[in-house]
Structures are given as C-alpha cells and as structure tokens.
C-alpha cells in the first residue's frame, strides 16, 4: 500500500471512470410458453464522470437503483445496455480478459460488515486471501502488509487471530474496510457503510475512510441514504430517482440551492439544525409502477411545479445558467423564472 507522491496529488483531477448511457433491466423476454414477461428498468441510461481523487455521493429513496449501480461498477453484474469504462478502458472486457486485475483496482464495502465476512475464518485469513489471490505476496510480505492494514483502520494486530462474531458491528466494518484496502485498489464502492452502525461509531468510520483517502489517494464513490453522511464526505452528489440521473453537482452547491424537485422533497424529509425547510412536493404520493413506468418525468406525480410538458416529455439532463457543474433533469427547475414555488 503506497503513499501517493506530492507530484501525484497535485496534478488535476482526470475521469477515473465513465459511465455512458448505462442501463440495467430485470426479467423482460418471453416464457417457454410465448408470453412476454414483465421487465423492470432498474437504471436507465445513467451517465457521468468518476473524477480521480474525489468522493462522489450517490443519494436516492430505497429501490432508486443505488446498489445496483454499485454491483455494475464493480463488475458484480454487468449492464444490458451503454458503457463503463475505467481508465479509458471498457469494463466488461477487461473482466473477461482479466477479472483479478479488475479486482485489483475496484473494491467493494458492503452494507452489512458482518454479513460479509465469512464466519468460519479468523480475520487473517479473510485479509491475506486478497494478498495472495490478487498482489502474489510472499508469507513475510504478507505479514508486513497485515500490520499495516490494522493500523491503518485503528485494529490491534492481536484482532488478526479472531472470528468476526467476535467483534462488534463499528470494529467488523473497519476489517472490512482494511480488506478493501488489502489490494492497494484505486476505486472503493462504499454501498451504506455506516448505515447499520450507531452513530458515534458512524463518525468513527467516516474519520477513518477521510484520513485513508488522505494517505493512500483513493477514490470513493459513497452510496448511501443519509443525506447528512453523504454531504460531510462528498465533493460531488447524484442524486437517483426511479433509476435515473435527476441532478448532479458539486456538494455545497446541490445541498445549498437544489435545482430538481425532488432533491428538495429528499432535504426536506431530512431535516438538519440551521437548514430552511424547503417545498417539498407531495411526500405521500406513490412511487410510479416499475413494471408500467408512466411517459414524461417519472416524478410528476409528486412534483409541485408539474405541467402538461413534464407529462409528455421526459426532461433531460441539463446545466444551469450559471453553475455548468450544476445538472439537473427537470422541465422547471427551482430557481428558474419559470419556477412556480417561492
């Protein structure tokens, strides 16, 4: 595990990865029988930048398509439709042509940090499988790598010989954490990694990922449902909603003057000390049918601004007159003349 060089750091930010257009669908086709089987679109033409170094929060209600959006950029599941590429090379291919060394630069921390550890290893194991299946360790090298892996996450070496029952739900995801780390990878997916843990432990994680970053140059991208979390770590925020890209911009602006309806319905189901209540929307109207998703923009329903256009035309992905990094898919945007909110 290297330190990145001052050098390194301080050259310009450049797309680690790219995602164009992507799409995942569930079921669709017909059955041996000849009928069509319903499909459900669980992200829908999905596209942005990875930029190198950064944090990117990814936001959205549950069934939004955020884990399934992780499980694509880290190779767990590949996309029916569009492209991701990393480091200007198409994902898919290189896991064909070489799975480990897609392991070796992606890496994954899941939600439940118990739950991912296999019980019936002691945590050495679980942490020298990387070392040895991905970065071809000898047994010093290896013991080397452990030590710094336990300090790294605030761990006591003698942890290395227990079970994971034996820890607790804040120590359990930090192992978790060092075994991401383990093969020194350039892109971690974080999916909910404090949301099960209390939240003084929470804040105990969050400072580790924040001085690993530091150290080590990663790149996160930190999917989650707290908004809270998701604005104290993130240089940039996308917000998803029915499995699609609705607004992206940089964290204080989108939490600051949210351009899509919806972001403001999300900042308003999660009040904050000092943060004006925003209009909403309806909070109480269902979401659309997955299965008969409605024409226009999925969030009419529910959005206070909604015309006969945002019925009819699906809105698309734009800029804001004056903030370029500020998208957001919406036919009348807060903050627009047009805007019929205060």
């Known amino acids: 595990m290297s330190e990145p060089s001052q050098e390194l750091a301080a050259q310009p930010a450049e797309p680690l990865m790219q995602l164009d257009a992507v799409e995942r669908t569930f079921g669709g086709g017909r059955t041996l029988f000849g009928q069509p089987r319903p499909a459900v679109h669980a992200v829908q033409g999905i596209s942005f930048d ?8 990814i936001v959205g209600e549950s069934g939004c398509g955020k884990s399934t ?14 492209r991701i590429t990393f480091e200007g090379e198409d994902l898919v291919a290189l896991i064909k042509s070489d799975h480990r ?18 019980p019936r290893k002691t945590i050495r194991t679980i942490l020298e499988a990387p070392l040895i299946h ?11 790598r452990l030590e710094t892996l336990m300090q790294a996450v605030n761990l006591a070496p003698e942890f290395l010989d227990r079970y994971p029952h034996e820890f607790s739900g804040g120590q359990a995801q930090r192992i978790g954490i060092a075994r991401a780390l383990a093969a020194d990878p350039d892109l971690i997916v974080l999916d909910e990694p404090v949301s099960a843990l209390d939240v003084s432990v929470q804040a105990q994680v969050l400072n ?6 530091r150290r080590f140059g990663l790149t996160f991208l930190f999917i989650s449902h707290d908004l809270s979390v998701v604005e104290s770590v993130s240089d940039r925020v996308a917000v998803l909603y029915f499995g699609q890209l609705v607004e992206m911009a940089p964290a204080r602006q989108l939490f600051g003057q949210p351009r899509h309806h919806y972001t403001r319905l ?7 000390p000092g ?43 734009c800029p804001a007159p004056d903030a370029p990094e500020h998208l957001a898919a919406c036919h009348h945007p807060a903050g627009d003349d047009r805007d019929p909110g205060p």
């Open 275 to 317: 943060r004006r209540n925003l209009d909403a929307g309806d909070a109480e109207s269902e979401l659309p049918d997955p299965f008969n998703p409605p024409p226009g923009c999925p969030f009419f329903a529910r959005c206070p601004a909604g015309t006969q256009i945002c019925q009819a035309e699906m809105p698309a992905l």
């Open 266 to 272: 999300l900042l308003n189901s999660a009040p904050a």
């Open 50 to 57: 990875v930029k190198r170094g950064e944090t990117l929060g």
């Open 69 to 82: 959006l992780a499980r694509m950029l880290t190779g767990l599941d590949r996309p029916t439709g569009g």
């Open 134 to 144: 991905l970065l071809k360790l000898g047994r010093t090298e290896r013991r080397e």
């Open 101 to 118: 060394a897609v392991s070796r630069k992606i890496q994954y921390v899941f939600q439940d940090p118990l739950a991912s550890l296999n």
């Open 208 to 213: 580790i990922l924040a001085d690993l970053k």
